[in-house]
């Protein structure tokens, strides 16, 4: 199985500002995912995270507020730009190994 | 939307099986039966998968009737970490595995 690791864990931001979420695999995985899941709520796919190229988002989400970067197989960045208090959420990323998908710890955002 | 229902909240005591139905009755030919949990609001965690076979693995059990249009996971014998919420996801297996999350069902493990 893939280990996911992701940085930070936690943090609290003020509103306007932006944070960059890292994501690490210990192996290569095919597919990366970016998911959120808000407080309460189960968890919604934001984008796949494409190596090399543009994320691609789904409905509802947009490149401008959450940019995503993979620059290889095993690393992905997830931004939350111009954080308001809605963006207070758990960031998750995920990534698909042989068999199955595998999920990091989740970065848990409070937006003041 | 989730292809699956579940039902919100279960307990089970503490040493006895943990009996998790899934209902997901659209279920096509070429759809996967998953099984993660969350505990905690922690990442979730894969527990099991299956096609059309039962399947066992060291976690847990999983029942998936001659139909396909529903399933059962099965904690042999439960303990207090098992608490957690239970999703039951129904997706294609593949390269693009976009897994679309109900709200699963609350576990609860009691001394």
């Known amino acids: 199985s893939a280990v996911i690791s992701q940085k930070p864990s936690r943090d609290i931001c003020q509103r306007g500002t932006s944070l960059t979420i890292q994501c690490q695999v210990d192996?290569?995985?095919?597919?990366m995912f970016w998911y959120r899941q808000q407080p309460g709520q189960s968890l919604t796919l934001i984008a796949t995270?494409?190596?090399?190229?543009?994320?691609?988002?789904e409905s509802g989400f947009v490149i401008d507020k959450f940019p995503i970067s993979r620059p290889n197989l095993t690393f992905s960045t997830l931004t939350v730009s111009n954080m308001s208090p809605e963006d207070s959420s758990i960031y998750l990323c995920?990534?698909?190994?042989?068999?199955?998908?595998?999920f990091g710890p989740g970065t848990r955002l409070l937006v003041l | 939307d989730a292809k699956t229902t579940q039902p919100t909240s279960m307990d089970c005591a503490e040493g006895r099986a943990a009996n998790l139905p899934c209902n997901h009755s659209?279920?096509?030919?070429?759809?996967?039966v998953y099984w993660y949990r969350q505990i905690h609001s922690q990442g979730p965690q894969y527990i099991i998968h299956?096609?059309?076979?039962?399947e066992t693995n060291e976690m847990a059990s999983l029942i998936i009737t001659e139909d396909r249009k529903s399933s059962t996971l099965i904690l042999p014998h439960a303990t207090l970490r098992d608490t957690a919420v239970y999703y039951c996801?129904?997706?294609?297996?593949?390269?693009?595995?976009?897994?679309?999350w109900g709200l699963g069902t609350s576990l609860a493990v009691n001394p």
């Open positions: 995920s990534g698909v190994g042989k068999e199955t998908q595998y």
């Open positions: 192996s290569q995985v095919t597919m």
């Open positions: 995270a494409n190596q090399g190229s543009e994320a691609t988002y």
């Open positions: 659209t279920i096509s030919g070429n759809e996967y």
């Open positions: 299956g096609l059309k076979n039962n």
């Open positions: 996801i129904v997706s294609y297996a593949g390269n693009n595995r976009k897994l679309i």
